[in-house]
Protein backbone atom coordinates (compact mmCIF):
# COMPACT_ATOMS: atom_id res chain seq x y z
CA UNK A 1 0.00 0.00 0.00
CA UNK A 2 2.93 2.22 0.99
CA UNK A 3 4.72 1.54 -2.48
CA UNK A 4 1.36 3.02 -4.22
CA UNK A 5 1.34 5.97 -2.66
CA UNK A 6 4.51 6.74 -3.24
CA UNK A 7 3.73 6.14 -6.90
CA UNK A 8 1.10 8.35 -7.25
CA UNK A 9 3.18 11.03 -5.37
CA UNK A 10 5.91 10.50 -7.92
CA UNK A 11 3.34 10.72 -10.48
CA UNK A 12 1.40 13.52 -9.54
CA UNK A 13 4.74 15.41 -8.96
CA UNK A 14 5.86 14.44 -12.43
CA UNK A 15 2.21 16.04 -14.07
CA UNK A 16 2.19 19.27 -12.04
CA UNK A 17 6.04 20.00 -13.32
CA UNK A 18 5.45 19.16 -16.71
CA UNK A 19 1.93 21.26 -16.67
CA UNK A 20 4.42 24.31 -15.06
CA UNK A 21 7.08 23.58 -17.30
CA UNK A 22 4.51 23.87 -20.18
CA UNK A 23 2.72 26.91 -19.04
CA UNK A 24 6.44 28.70 -18.74
CA UNK A 25 7.16 28.07 -22.20
CA UNK A 26 3.77 28.88 -23.52
CA UNK A 27 3.92 32.39 -21.77
CA UNK A 28 6.99 33.18 -22.57
CA UNK A 29 7.26 32.10 -26.51
CA UNK A 30 4.02 34.06 -26.43
CA UNK A 31 5.39 36.90 -25.38
CA UNK A 32 8.54 37.01 -27.67
CA UNK A 33 6.70 36.83 -30.54
CA UNK A 34 4.36 39.61 -29.86
CA UNK A 35 7.33 41.43 -29.19
CA UNK A 36 9.00 40.31 -32.39
CA UNK A 37 6.19 40.93 -34.08
CA UNK A 38 6.62 44.91 -33.10
CA UNK A 39 9.51 44.65 -34.38
CA UNK A 40 8.89 43.67 -37.52
CA UNK A 41 6.39 46.11 -37.54
CA UNK A 42 8.78 49.05 -36.16
CA UNK A 43 11.37 47.77 -39.37
CA UNK A 44 9.05 49.93 -41.71
CA UNK A 45 10.03 52.47 -40.71
CA UNK A 46 13.83 53.84 -41.06
CA UNK A 47 13.81 56.38 -39.26
CA UNK A 48 13.53 53.91 -35.77
CA UNK A 49 16.81 52.75 -35.85
CA UNK A 50 17.67 53.58 -32.43
CA UNK A 51 14.26 52.57 -30.61
CA UNK A 52 14.73 49.20 -32.91
CA UNK A 53 17.89 48.72 -31.29
CA UNK A 54 16.70 49.33 -27.89
CA UNK A 55 14.20 46.92 -28.42
CA UNK A 56 16.34 44.51 -29.23
CA UNK A 57 18.22 44.73 -26.30
CA UNK A 58 15.34 43.96 -24.57
CA UNK A 59 14.12 41.13 -26.67
CA UNK A 60 17.70 39.95 -26.09
CA UNK A 61 17.55 40.09 -22.62
CA UNK A 62 13.97 38.43 -22.16
CA UNK A 63 15.86 35.75 -24.35
CA UNK A 64 18.79 35.14 -22.00
CA UNK A 65 15.68 35.23 -19.15
CA UNK A 66 14.24 32.18 -20.98
CA UNK A 67 16.69 30.54 -21.98
CA UNK A 68 18.60 30.26 -18.91
CA UNK A 69 15.53 28.69 -17.46
CA UNK A 70 14.42 26.77 -20.60
CA UNK A 71 17.73 24.70 -20.90
CA UNK A 72 16.35 22.32 -18.14
CA UNK A 73 12.73 22.09 -20.62
CA UNK A 74 13.70 22.33 -23.76
CA UNK A 75 15.55 21.03 -26.58
CA UNK A 76 19.17 22.72 -26.95
CA UNK A 77 19.21 22.58 -30.27
CA UNK A 78 16.36 24.36 -30.82
CA UNK A 79 17.16 27.54 -28.32
CA UNK A 80 20.53 27.67 -29.82
CA UNK A 81 19.00 28.17 -33.20
CA UNK A 82 16.94 30.51 -32.04
CA UNK A 83 20.00 32.19 -30.02
CA UNK A 84 21.99 32.35 -33.49
CA UNK A 85 19.01 33.96 -35.66
CA UNK A 86 18.65 36.32 -32.41
CA UNK A 87 22.68 37.17 -32.47
CA UNK A 88 22.07 38.42 -36.45
CA UNK A 89 19.54 40.60 -36.23
CA UNK A 90 21.48 44.06 -34.43
CA UNK A 91 24.10 43.67 -36.97
CA UNK A 92 21.35 43.74 -39.82
CA UNK A 93 19.95 46.65 -37.82
CA UNK A 94 22.69 48.79 -37.96
CA UNK A 95 23.79 47.61 -41.70
CA UNK A 96 20.27 48.53 -42.29
CA UNK A 97 19.90 45.74 -44.22
CA UNK A 98 17.22 44.26 -46.63
CA UNK A 99 17.25 41.20 -44.72
CA UNK A 100 15.74 42.40 -41.28
CA UNK A 101 12.71 41.39 -42.27
CA UNK A 102 13.74 37.76 -42.85
CA UNK A 103 15.63 37.35 -39.92
CA UNK A 104 12.72 38.10 -37.79
CA UNK A 105 10.48 36.05 -39.21
CA UNK A 106 12.96 33.02 -38.64
CA UNK A 107 13.62 33.94 -34.92
CA UNK A 108 9.71 34.44 -34.71
CA UNK A 109 9.36 30.85 -36.55
CA UNK A 110 11.87 28.95 -34.32
CA UNK A 111 10.01 30.44 -31.19
CA UNK A 112 6.68 29.34 -32.32
CA UNK A 113 8.68 25.74 -33.23
CA UNK A 114 10.11 25.68 -29.55
CA UNK A 115 6.21 26.20 -28.31
CA UNK A 116 4.98 23.88 -30.03
CA UNK A 117 7.50 20.81 -30.19
CA UNK A 118 7.19 21.41 -25.97
CA UNK A 119 3.36 20.77 -25.42
CA UNK A 120 2.23 17.93 -23.77
CA UNK A 121 1.09 15.63 -26.89
CA UNK A 122 0.76 11.76 -26.93
CA UNK A 123 2.81 12.15 -30.11
CA UNK A 124 5.31 13.95 -28.69
CA UNK A 125 5.92 11.68 -25.70
CA UNK A 126 5.81 8.71 -27.42
Given at each position: ?72 LARGDKL ?23 ELSQLKSEI ?15
Amino acid sequence: MIRLKISIGILAILIIFCTVSEIFINKSCDSMVEKISELESMADSENLSEELEKSVDKLEKKWDSFKSKAIFLARGDKLTDASFTLSRILPLIEEKSDELKAELSQLKSEINHIKESENLFFSNVF
